[in-house]
Structures are given as structure tokens and as C-alpha cells.
């Protein structure tokens, strides 16, 4: 009786599992789960693409302005070479964020604005050293 009762619950965990993962791959928007479209600013303003995506660039010098009544809310110019595009975000900004700076942002595009809800400041240069200069690695050290 015990082993029935294991089989059992191996089986059902397996099945929700399957089902879970199913759900997933078929919505993948769903929630915040599954990939997100990540787009150029071309793209996104060819396709006017309103649902969630992520968008990549660099801060436009000069432009970010950041509320007197509310520090947590900012908005800024986001380009991608001769293309930019206005981002509004409300949250903690990184330390790291200033003008040219690369970023990462996700949110949704709507009437000519991109509305950020998460935004994320690349690794910068100051950090990697050494990482970029090849002649640098001692392979035969390894």
C-alpha cells in the first residue's frame, strides 16, 4: 500500500510539473514568466510595439530630469546611435546612472513614451581592468 501511495505522488508532482512547464512555454508573457522580446528602438518604433519588451541604449546626454516633489520619479532619452526615444521611470535608480551611460530597461511603449519599470545600468568599463587588453592574460600561469 505505501509503494502505491508513493507512485502516486511521484506521478503527481511529475504531471503538475509537465503542466507548469507547459503553461509556461505557451505563455510566455504570462505573469512576468517565460522570455521577453528584447528590441532596438527602430524596432520597437516600426512595430509600435505595445506589449512588454526590453529596450537597450545609452542615456542621452543632458536629459535626465528628475521630479523636485519626488526623487523616485525620472524621466530621460534613451538612443541607439541617431535614434532616441523618451523613458519615464519611478523607482531606486542604480548609482551608476548618468548620462552615457548603457542601460537596460523593461516596460511598455505607449503613445510615443517608454514606460519603464525596471531599469538596469551595464557593467562599467572601470570595473573589467585588465579584461580588455589580451596581452595581459597569463594563460601559462593556469
Do not use: H
Not at 82 to 96: A, C, H, K, N
Not at 97 to 112: H, M, R, T
Amino acid at each position: 500500500m505505501a509503494r502505491k501511495k508513493f507512485i502516486i505522488t511521484i506521478t503527481g508532482v511529475s504531471l503538475i510539473t509537465i503542466s507548469w512547464i507547459i503553461y509556461v512555454t505557451l505563455n510566455p508573457m504570462q505573469n512576468g514568466t517565460g522570455m521577453m522580446k528584447f528590441l532596438s528602438l527602430s524596432e520597437l518604433k516600426a512595430t509600435q510595439e505595445s506589449s512588454r519588451v526590453r529596450l537597450g541604449g545609452k542615456v542621452e546626454p543632458g536629459s535626465i530630469i528628475i521630479s523636485d516633489e519626488d526623487l523616485l520619479d525620472a524621466s530621460f532619452e534613451l538612443s541607439q546611435g541617431e535614434i532616441s526615444i523618451p523613458v519615464v521611470f519611478y523607482g531606486t535608480r542604480p548609482d551608476l546612472f548618468k548620462d552615457d551611460a548603457e542601460i537596460i530597461v523593461e516596460g511598455k511603449y505607449l503613445s510615443g513614451m517608454f514606460n519603464a519599470d525596471q531599469l538596469q545600468v551595464k557593467c562599467a568599463s572601470r570595473y573589467e581592468g585588465d579584461l580588455r587588453d589580451e596581452s595581459s592574460y597569463r594563460i601559462d600561469e593556469l
